[in-house]
């Protein structure tokens, strides 16, 4: 009976220790996609840094200082403009934004201050009030764009600061804008 057993069991014992085999090494390869990502990271590094370096040679003091100090402006920052009496985004002023917001995200550090002006039509508390809207949508859009609106202040100057002195349709077309600066700190 013992032996009839045995001759069960060992039978059993090597196709268990068949099936079990013996455990393979783990071997981890680092995966391609992981080295590109970080050699492009090094690689964007230098860029990036060019990129802000590019950005801080292009302020410009402003000749008049802002409400809260003084008021830098580049020239990389693009304006947008606005049809007579609106304060929507044009499509064309859309993509300018994207630009500017870009820039911004890049340069997570500077804090903006958005005006909002206007043509010379129309009475003083008018345009002020048109200007604040101009600035709050630009505010507003570039939010959505993903700018932390802790960054981003605005003030309207209505029709008080022309851009372009004349009194016809091409100067206040230029006149119905918002306009970017960098608050310095």
């Known amino acids: 009976m013992v032996r009839k057993n045995l001759y069960i069991f060992i039978p059993i014992l090597c196709l268990g220790l068949i099936l079990i085999g013996c455990p393979k090494k783990t071997v981890v390869k680092e995966e391609p996609s992981i080295k590109k990502e970080s050699e492009q990271t090094r690689e964007m590094k230098p860029k990036e840094e060019q990129g802000a370096k590019e950005f801080e040679k292009s302020l410009v003091a402003k000749k008049e200082p802002g409400i809260e100090g003084e008021v830098?402006?580049?020239k990389l920052?693009?304006?947008i403009h606005?049809?007579?009496?609106?304060?929507?985004?044009?499509?064309?002023d859309a993509e300018i934004l994207?630009?500017?917001a870009a820039?911004?995200?890049?340069?997570?550090?500077?804090?903006?201050?958005?005006e909002g002006h206007c043509d010379e039509r129309g009475t003083v508390e008018y345009n002020l009030a048109l200007g604040e809207r101009r600035a709050n949508?630009?505010?507003?859009?570039?939010?959505?764009?993903?700018v932390s609106a802790d960054r981003i202040?605005?003030?309207s100057y209505g029709k008080e600061r022309p851009l372009d002195p004349g009194h016809n349709e091409e100067?206040?077309?230029?006149n119905r804008r918002a306009n970017t600066v960098i608050l310095s700190k």
């Open 77 to 79: 920052l693009k304006d």
């Open 171 to 174: 100067a206040w077309a230029k």
């Open 82 to 92: 606005f049809d007579f009496d609106k304060y929507n985004i044009r499509r064309g």
């Open 72 to 74: 830098l402006e580049s």
């Open 153 to 155: 202040s605005t003030i």
């Open 98 to 100: 994207k630009g500017n």
């Open 137 to 146: 949508n630009t505010k507003k859009y570039l939010v959505s764009l993903g």
């Open 103 to 114: 820039l911004l995200k890049k340069n997570p550090k500077i804090t903006i201050q958005i």
